[in-house]
């Protein structure tokens, strides 16, 4: 038998806490599909490890997935590397240096 060690298990167990999925609170025998009833409200639900209990609730299936894959934030803008002036080896401004384009 191929049985993984319990360490390994719990391991993989752990990773899924504060887990989120949303559940179409669609009712009667009709389809339960998330992507045929996508007016449907849903109920959040968060895995505590052992089961999933109520976290929220989202009116439809546009909003649910705004709540379990919210858009990642931009990156902090970074300020230049280079100071302000002119160095030996920086590219000069557009205007700036035309005297010296008969060097060669």
Request: charged share 25%; no cysteine; proline share 16%.
């Amino acid at each position: 038998m191929d049985d993984e060690p319990l360490a390994a298990w719990a391991e993989r167990r752990d990773a899924r806490i504060g887990q989120l999925r949303a559940v179409p609170l669609v009712t009667g025998p009709g389809p339960r599909a998330s992507h045929l009833n996508p007016d449907a409200p849903r109920a959040i639900q968060r895995w505590n490890g052992h089961l999933w209990e109520p976290h929220g609730f989202a009116p439809n299936l546009a909003e649910a997935r705004r709540l379990l894959f919210p858009a990642p934030q931009p990156p902090p803008e970074t300020p230049p590397r280079l100071g302000p002036g002119t160095g030996r080896h920086r590219r000069p401004a557009q205007g700036e240096g035309e005297e010296k384009k008969g060097r060669g």
